[in-house]
């Protein structure tokens, strides 16, 4: 437990922005229990600014609506940001980096679990030049998208060892991988 798991919609050609324009042509049930098990697992919840700058103005009223924003709303939040003063959004908190994000981990690997993020490759990308990301999860669609921000654009070479794989009924794979140890 502790573990920072980023999770991802993503096309085949690497596209992770904007997975509502795309992706809901292949969410069922299935691929809706593979999503409420990540959530199941998180005892918070990492992101980058932007996306704590959208989120934060369309969840918080959102708690009854959507399973997704019941699990948001109550979940310990926390932001990775150099620039953001504070945090309005119930149950936020600031983090300023590398030495911040992992003495995060720590804690939480002895109360809560693991803490779970999605939505900003940028985070991500952040994440894994550190040394912070302990698990990618990648919900790999049968779709070439063919514009949008890739997860991977203008970074090294990333070596990463797969963990799970399973896919779906309708065609999206179930990818779950682990940097490799850096040597």
Same mark, same amino acid.
């Given at each position: 437990?502790?573990k920072?798991?980023?999770?991802?919609?993503i096309?085949?050609d690497?596209?992770v922005?904007?997975p509502?324009q795309w992706?809901?042509p292949?969410?069922d049930?299935?691929?809706g229990q593979?999503?409420?098990? %990540?959530? =199941? $697992?998180?005892?918070?919840w +990492?992101?980058?600014?932007r996306l704590y !700058? #959208?989120?934060?103005?369309?969840?918080?009223?959102k708690a009854d609506?959507q399973q997704f924003g019941t699990?948001?709303?109550?979940?310990p939040?926390?932001?990775?940001?150099?620039?953001l003063a504070g945090?309005?959004w119930n149950?936020?908190?600031?983090v300023?980096?590398p030495?911040?994000v992992d003495r995060?981990?720590?804690?939480?690997?002895?109360?809560?679990?693991?803490?779970?993020?999605? %939505?900003? =490759? $940028?985070t991500v990308r952040? +994440?894994?030049?550190?040394g912070?990301? !302990? #698990?990618?999860?990648?919900l790999?669609h049968?779709?070439?998208?063919?514009?949008g921000?890739?997860l991977?654009?203008d970074?090294p070479?990333?070596p990463?060892?797969?963990?799970?794989?399973?896919a779906?009924?309708t065609?999206v794979?179930h990818l779950?991988?682990a940097?490799?140890p850096?040597?």
């Amino acid at each position: 437990m502790g573990k920072i798991v980023s999770n991802f919609f993503i096309s085949l050609d690497g596209v992770v922005e904007r997975p509502d324009q795309w992706h809901f042509p292949y969410f069922d049930d299935e691929m809706g229990q593979v999503v409420g098990a %990540g959530m =199941a $697992t998180s005892g918070a919840w +990492l992101m980058g600014r932007r996306l704590y !700058d #959208e989120w934060s103005q369309y969840w918080p009223d959102k708690a009854d609506d959507q399973q997704f924003g019941t699990f948001i709303n109550g979940v310990p939040k926390y932001v990775l940001s150099d620039s953001l003063a504070g945090a309005d959004w119930n149950n936020t908190t600031v983090v300023r980096g590398p030495e911040a994000v992992d003495r995060l981990r720590r804690v939480k690997a002895e109360t809560d679990g693991d803490i779970g993020m999605s %939505g900003c =490759a $940028t985070t991500v990308r952040w +994440l894994l030049a550190n040394g912070l990301l !302990d #698990e990618l999860g990648l919900l790999l669609h049968p779709i070439a998208v063919g514009h949008g921000q890739r997860l991977f654009e203008d970074t090294p070479t990333t070596p990463l060892r797969l963990l799970q794989s399973r896919a779906l009924s309708t065609g999206v794979l179930h990818l779950s991988y682990a940097p490799q140890p850096r040597e």
